[in-house]
Structures are given as C-alpha cells and as structure tokens.
C-alpha cells in the first residue's frame, strides 16, 4: 500500500516538472526572457513569506504558500491566458477545474482532494489567504514590467486603465502593498513606460 503511494506521489512530482515549459507573457526583472509559471510560482512563494506581515489580516501562511505554489499547475493542461488578452476568454475555470482534476488526480486521494479544494479556494478568491495569494499573483508582474520599461504593456499596448483595474485587486490582500503598487503604477505614467 505505501510503495502504490509513493508511486503515485512521484508520478505527480514528474508531471508537474512541464510547469517549467509553460511560458508566461511577463519576463524576468530587468530581462528580455519570458519567466515560465514554474518560476513564477517559486517567486510568489518567497514573496509571501517576505511580505506576509502586509496582509490586511492574518492568515496561514502555510495555507498561501500551497496556493501560489500550486495556482498555475492547471495550465499544464489549460495553457497561460494572459491577462490582457482580449482575443480570449479569461473565464476557462472549466477548462482549469478538468486540469486540476487530472493532474492532482495522479496523487492519493487525500492529497488531490487537498489541492483541488485549496486551487478552488484560491479562484474564488474569498478568504484572507486565497486574497493575498491572489494579491501576490498580481504584484509580481507589476514589479517586473516596472522593471523592463513598461514590458508587456509597453509589448502589447496595454494602458494605465486596464492595468490600474487588474492590479486594483492586490488591495483586497494587502492596503499597504496596494498603496506601493498604485504609487509605481503612477510613477510608471511620469516615465513613459505606461500610457495614460
């Protein structure tokens, strides 16, 4: 029974290494390569046990570090969706949900259960935790287009609007990070590298 369970955990432990061939628009601080979601979660992960203390009210880190280190395994199966693309829907939770049902699926039926629900708490986005993992998923980008001269909104022509409205949602985790984010956001107006 315990060697299935070891094969099954290892099974997952192989599958989830196509994370690193997922490749995300944004590119990495003050680079011109595109990050891939695996790095991106690795970085939220650190982000959230630095910035923790920000959160607008407490939470199990431990709780966050699953969800950000998870959120983006469904991408194996669903793709990135960036998430300024207007030529697709942001609403493929369905396409999403079959992912995670397949790839944590590979893992003892105690631990899929575990990340299917905290991947589903995260998208909805409700409790303290799924808000600040979620705020964690939206200020990383910030920092590296601010870091690129505008990157991917520079890159695609996204202006000020559009990305003042995604990144609103950092302050449903954080006030503190939102109000340093929305000062970057402005600052970014001043120096060209986002259009008003």
């Known amino acids: 029974?315990?060697?299935?369970?070891?094969?099954?955990?290892?099974?997952?432990?192989?599958?989830i290494d196509k994370l690193k061939y997922i490749q995300r628009?944004?590119?990495?601080?003050?680079?011109?390569?595109?990050?891939?979601?695996?790095?991106?979660?690795?970085?939220?992960?650190?982000?959230?046990?630095?910035?923790?203390?920000?959160?607008?009210s407490p939470i199990d880190v431990l709780k966050v570090l699953k969800m950000v280190l998870i959120h983006d395994i469904v991408e194996i199966d669903a793709?990135?969706?960036?998430?300024?693309?207007?030529?697709?829907?942001h609403?493929?939770?369905?396409?999403?949900?079959?992912?995670?049902?397949?790839?944590?699926?590979l893992l003892p039926s105690d631990q899929a259960n575990e990340l299917i629900e905290i991947w589903l708490e995260f998208e909805n986005g409700i409790t303290e935790e799924a808000k600040f993992a979620r705020s964690m998923d939206r200020f990383e980008p910030l920092l590296q287009n601010t870091s690129n001269n505008g990157g991917t909104w520079a890159e695609f022509n996204v202006n000020y609007d559009k990305v003042?409205?995604?990144?609103?949602a950092i302050e449903r985790g954080s006030s503190s990070i939102w109000k340093?984010?929305?000062?970057?956001?402005?600052?970014s107006v001043e120096k060209g590298i986002l259009k008003k």
């Open 25 to 56: 628009k944004t590119k990495l601080f003050n680079s011109d390569r595109c990050e891939n979601d695996a790095e991106h979660s690795w970085h939220l992960a650190m982000m959230t046990i630095i910035l923790a203390e920000h959160a607008n």
């Open 164 to 168: 003042y409205n995604k990144k609103k």
């Open 91 to 105: 609403d493929n939770t369905e396409e999403e949900l079959l992912g995670a049902k397949r790839i944590f699926g």
């Open 180 to 187: 340093y984010a929305e000062n970057l956001l402005n600052e």
């Open 79 to 89: 793709g990135d969706t960036f998430i300024y693309d207007t030529g697709k829907s």
């Open 1 to 15: 029974m315990e060697f299935s369970k070891l094969l099954q955990q290892i099974a997952f432990i192989i599958e």
